[in-house]
């Protein structure tokens, strides 16, 4: 298993987990720190990711970044295709 594929399986299982624990289902959108906890990667290259167009957020009210849950499997295809050694110009 690869560390995207591990990282995907992670945040399935997280999404999962917060499912079954709370009784409710799991937020549609997530926030910046949700994202990159749930990718293991650091804020800074959520917004990076967003700034090269690789990655796509809605604003709340409040100006406030919120990702779909999808972004989370996007993520997980963009570093694996980084470690494959694509250029991220490609990858959009």
Known sequence: QTDGEEAKTS???EVKRLASASGTPPPRELTVGQVA???G???STV???EAEGLIRSGR???NHRRYPRG???RIAIIRVAQRAGIPLKEIA
């Open 37 to 39: 906890s749930r990718a």
């Open 11 to 13: 945040a399935l299982l």
């Open 47 to 49: 917004h990076f990711y």
């Open 41 to 43: 990667i650091p804020v």
């Open 60 to 62: 709340t009210r409040a």
């Open 71 to 73: 972004v989370l499997r």
